[in-house]
């Protein structure tokens, strides 16, 4: 836990304004991002303090696969079925704001804005898929 972070904070229901959506694994939580790039727009984190995405290694993937589960039932339980128009990724420094890890859940993608079309463009040098 890092009290600086706003992340951390969050996790913890330490930010009163920032609800947390249901998430079935206990070490992870979801909400809503602050500046929406789609009509969904999710955040899945993980409770426990990571850094950004350059720190993921091998033994990670069984992570990244269940932050992606719960983007997932989170877009079914927000009523979003169409998981063929799903982007979701992270933000590779420095272009991330926040040092520690998130997955980007955004839907429908192909309703992402012309700005959002490049900050979440899939597999650029800043933000990898």
Same mark, same amino acid.
């Given at each position: ?12 229901? $330490?930010?009163?304004?920032?609800? *947390? ?5 206990? &070490? @992870?939580?979801?909400? =809503? ?35 992606? $589960?719960?983007?997932?039932?989170? *877009? ?5 079925? &169409? @998981?063929?128009?799903? =982007? ?42």
């Amino acid at each position: 836990y890092h009290g600086k972070c706003v992340f951390c904070r969050i996790a913890r229901r $330490e930010e009163p304004g920032t609800a *947390l959506l249901p998430c079935e694994d206990e &070490d @992870l939580v979801c909400f =809503r991002d602050i500046k929406p790039g789609a009509p969904h727009h999710y955040l899945v984190v993980p409770v426990k303090h990571m850094g950004n995405c350059k720190t993921l290694k091998t033994e990670h993937i069984p992570l990244v696969k269940r932050m992606m $589960e719960v983007g997932k039932a989170v *877009l079914q339980k927000n009523n979003f079925s &169409d @998981l063929n128009d799903v =982007r979701m990724g992270f933000h590779w420094p420095p272009f991330c704001s926040i040092a520690h890890l998130h997955l980007h859940v955004l839907a429908p993608a192909s309703q992402l804005g012309f700005l959002s079309r490049i900050y979440y463009r899939i597999n650029t040098y800043w933000f990898i898929t």
